[in-house]
């Protein structure tokens, strides 16, 4: 069966730094497109990054620079690296292997 | 990008009701649209890939039909547990985009 767990969210100030972090199970994550999908409280989905099977990596403007998808084969891991975290990165970050697999979530705060 | 566009943004509907949800595409994305429901505190759950196809363990009262620039959802008979947010996505070219959510409310 098809897992996503992600963890590391939380409270930040703006300006810092969190990373996020998703386990998989019942499929490696080199195998497949793997995505980072947010949603700011009480809007729409929003794309954020995706790394495809060659390593290769896309972002949204609005995080191009400040953000680094990354992925760990051996431990079967998908990670958002977020820097210079701005208030309106406010949101729950979901690791998605779209379309039809996505994890539960996890809720990044950035505020003072 | 492809920019992806729902309507109505919100609807009310009754119990039995039939509803239907459009998308448009800013360009033609041949049948690469899916369908979501989301509910409160709950992650995105597929209903429709390839704008037609019903994902394993969905009612078949959810459909889906449309190419190119327009798309379909309907729900034949609303049931209690259909009040949700709806989405319609594109994963004909990257990034992949979401139309902007369509609130299924009780009238």
């Known amino acids: 069966e098809v897992q996503l767990v992600e963890s590391g969210g939380g409270l930040v100030q703006p300006g810092g730094s969190l990373r996020l972090s998703c386990a998989a199970s019942g499929f490696t994550v080199s195998s497949d497109y793997m995505n980072w999908v947010r949603q700011a409280p009480g809007k729409g989905l929003e794309w954020v990054s995706v790394?495809?099977?060659?390593?290769?990596?896309s972002y949204a403007d609005s995080v191009k620079g400040r953000f680094t998808i990354s992925r760990d084969n051996s431990k079967n891991m998908l990670y958002l690296q977020m820097n210079s975290l701005r208030a309106e990165d406010t949101a729950v970050y979901y690791c998605?292997?779209?379309?039809?697999?996505w994890g539960q979530g996890t809720l990044v705060t950035v505020s003072s | 990008d492809i920019q992806m566009t729902q309507s109505p943004s919100s609807l009310s509907a009754s119990v039995g009701d039939r509803v239907t949800i459009t998308c448009r595409a800013s360009q033609s994305i041949t049948t690469y649209l899916n369908w979501y429901q989301q509910k409160p505190g709950k992650a995105p759950n597929l209903l429709i890939y390839?704008?037609?196809s019903l994902q394993s363990g969905v009612p078949s009262r959810f459909s889906g039909s449309g190419s190119g620039t327009d798309f379909t959802l309907t729900i034949s008979s609303l049931q209690p547990g259909d009040f949700a947010t709806y989405y319609c996505?594109?994963?004909?070219?990257?990034?992949?985009?979401f139309g902007q959510g369509t609130k299924v409310e009780i009238k």
């Open positions: 790394i495809y099977t060659g390593g290769s990596t």
């Open positions: 996505q594109q994963s004909y070219s990257t990034p992949v985009t």
């Open positions: 998605a292997r779209v379309p039809r697999y």
């Open positions: 390839a704008a037609s």
